[in-house]
């Protein structure tokens, strides 16, 4: 059975940083990409990054170079650090693996940005 569990959320003031990690379980780590998704009250849910095997990296318009996504293959870990942390940026986050036949979420993190 393949587990995702997300950690390092919190309250940070506007203009801090944050790390979320997300340890994956049941799956060969190394074959797929990872990806972060979040979703704010009253939102949908909305694509952040993602990382691919190769160490690819793609990130949605709104991270304006303030959020890198990387994996440790060893720890079976993906990272999301996240600076330069706006009000907006409020939400859960998701970590996501996406697979050839079907896919899997974490339970999410919550990131409150508030002064």
């Known amino acids: 059975q393949v587990q995702l569990v997300e950690s390092g959320g919190g309250l940070v003031q506007p203009g801090g940083s944050l790390r979320l990690s997300c340890v994956v379980s049941?799956?060969?780590?190394t074959l797929w990409s990872m990806e972060w998704y979040r979703q704010a009250p009253g939102k949908q849910r909305e694509?952040?990054?993602?990382?691919?095997?190769?160490?690819?990296?793609n990130y949605a318009d709104f991270v304006e170079g303030r959020f890198t996504i990387s994996r440790d293959n060893a720890k079976k870990t993906v990272y999301l650090r996240m600076n330069s942390l706006k009000p907006e940026d409020t939400a859960v986050y998701y970590c996501?693996?996406?697979?050839?036949?079907?896919?899997?979420w974490g339970q999410g993190t919550q990131v409150t940005v508030s002064s």
């Open positions: 996501h693996q996406r697979r050839a036949s079907d896919d899997s």
């Open positions: 049941g799956t060969i780590f």
């Open positions: 694509f952040v990054a993602a990382i691919a095997p190769s160490s690819i990296t």
